[in-house]
């Protein structure tokens, strides 16, 4: 079993910023060898793609709302995955989840799948951003 463990969340002020992490657990799971991916919802609307990355990093994709602003990354000795968010505007206020793909997918190319959730299996559980005008 994987357990994805989300936390970083908080409140802040437009323009600020904030770092999620995403701490992976389980025996044999290693995020280095699979494509991570990043999501977001507010209430009343549906869950939107944030970012994915590729285990090898040769691709990374960004939703169009966030492009220039988030940035993420992996420290592969932690087994966690982090979204910096800078410039954060109200509308970015949501519930952001962290998502990683089953065993299937290990070392597996790069998908434009990977920007839907249904290429995820394991989710975190979810933290809370707000940000305030």
């Known amino acids: 079993q994987v357990q994805l463990v989300e936390s970083g969340g908080g409140l802040v002020q437009a323009g600020g910023s904030l770092r999620l992490s995403c701490a992976a657990s389980?025996?044999?799971?290693?995020?280095?060898?699979?494509?991570m991916g990043w999501f977001r919802q507010a209430p009343g609307k549906e869950r939107e793609f944030v970012v994915a990355?590729?285990?090898?990093?040769?691709?990374?994709d960004y939703a169009d709302s966030v492009k220039g602003r988030f940035t993420i990354s992996r420290d592969n000795a932690k087994n966690t995955v982090y979204l910096q968010m800078n410039s954060l505007k109200p509308e970015d206020t949501a519930v952001y989840r962290c998502?990683?793909?089953?065993?299937?997918?290990?070392?597996?190319?790069?998908?434009?799948?990977?920007?839907?959730?249904?290429?995820?299996?394991?989710w975190g559980q979810g933290t809370q951003v707000t940000v305030s005008s």
């Open positions: 998502a990683a793909p089953g065993p299937s997918r290990r070392l597996s190319p790069w998908s434009r799948v990977a920007m839907t959730a249904r290429y995820y299996t394991y």
């Open positions: 389980g025996r044999t799971y290693s995020i280095s060898s699979y494509t």
């Open positions: 990355s590729s285990w090898n990093g040769d691709s990374t």
